[in-house]
Every structure is written in C-alpha cells, then in structure tokens.
C-alpha cells in the first residue's frame, strides 16, 4: 500500500524528471543545470539529489523506459521469423515508437547527454546490456546456430554493425527535416546490412 509520503516522493520525482526533459530538450542538455531544475520545479536541491545522483541519471531512467517498451515489443514477434526477420521486426517496432510516442525533442536529449563531458561511464545508448541490445544478441545467436550468417566475420562484428545501423538511422533522424521517414529508412538499412552479412 501506497502511503500519502511515497505518494508524494513519486509526484515529485516524476515532476523533476519531467521539468528536467522540458529544459534538456529546450535549452539543450548542457546548457541546463540542477538549480534551473529544481527553481523550476519549486523544490531545493537536496531534493533532486534524493531521487537523482546527476542530471545525466534523469535521461538514463528515461531510457531505461523505452527498453521496457521494447521487451514487450519482442514478445509480439512471431517465433517462427528468421532470426534477420526477428530483428527487422524488433527495429521497425523501435522505430515507430521512437517516432510516435518519444518524439525528437527527448531523443536529442539522449544524444547530446551521450557526446557531453558529464558523462563519465559506458553511456547507456552504447552500454552492452541495455535491453534491447540483449534482444538482438539472442535473434543473432539463433542466426549463428542455423548458419545464417558469413564466417569470415566475428559474432562481435556482425553485432557492433547490427547496433551501429540503429544509432546511424536515429541520429539521421534527428538532423533532417521532417521528410525523413525514420520508419521506411531503418527498415530498408537494416534488410540491406543483413542480405550482405548472409553466408
């Protein structure tokens, strides 16, 4: 059960998070510190940094719910896919949300958080467990086991190309102009990449 406190801490460190993404995305992630946040969100600092160490850690738990979202994703893909359909499948769906529901705004945000100084550790757009990272190892494994894939390339390779194409599209998104179909782009790069990764 929920008490009235836990309530309220849930309130206010969903407003942090929300008047942080309002800024980043306004004025540009390093161009916004912890006191414009919390003047903004009309608390003290000592209450930002009881639900967040750095301002960095509010894009990190904003993208640690896109991967929630690709979990469920994944559970819609039909088993019977060749795992380069399992993973075409996974992208589109990744790009339909990112283009639908999380919006360029917070997406730069993401990147520009990625290319600052502030972070100092594996940004979680790169780091190797992010979730759906982790869904794309398991379709490329299953590639491996029914000898999908050319021999002459490392398991290592085929996966930094694999997430690499990701990260190109999205940023390309990001810096053109509306006519960019996120959706389309991705679909075609990643069936290209794969028909030439194939044994």
């Keep these: 059960m929920t008490t009235d406190r836990k309530k ?4 206010t460190r969903q407003k942090l998070l929300d008047t942080a993404l309002k800024l980043f995305a ?3 992630f390093e161009h916004v ?6 003047t903004t ?6 209450t930002f940094y009881t ?3 750095t301002k960095y850690d509010i894009v990190l738990e904003k993208f640690q719910e896109f991967d929630a979202h690709y979990v469920e994703a994944a559970k819609k893909i039909d088993e019977n896919l060749s795992p380069p359909q399992k993973i075409i499948a996974l992208y589109d769906e990744q790009m339909i949300y990112l283009t639908t529901v999380v919006g360029k705004d917070i997406m730069r945000t993401v990147y520009t958080a990625a290319m600052t100084n502030q972070v100092e550790h594996v940004h979680y757009l790169i780091h190797p467990q992010r ?3 982790e869904l794309i190892r398991r379709y490329l494994e299953e590639g491996v086991e029914q000898n999908i894939f ?3 390339l490392s398991f290592e390779a085929i996966e930094k190309m694999i997430q690499r194409a990701m990260r190109a599209n999205v940023y390309d998104w990001l810096i053109h102009a509306e006519d960019f179909d996120l959706i389309k782009e991705m679909h ?7 028909d030439g990764i194939r044994a």
């Design 51 to 53: 639900h967040f160490a």
């Design 41 to 46: 969100c009309g608390v003290s600092k000592g």
């Design 150 to 152: 050319r021999k002459d």
């Design 131 to 133: 979730t759906i990272f």
């Design 188 to 194: 075609v790069f990643t069936i290209t990449l794969l």
């Design 8 to 11: 309220k801490a849930l309130e």
């Design 26 to 28: 306004k004025r540009g």
């Design 33 to 38: 510190s912890i006191a414009q946040i919390t």
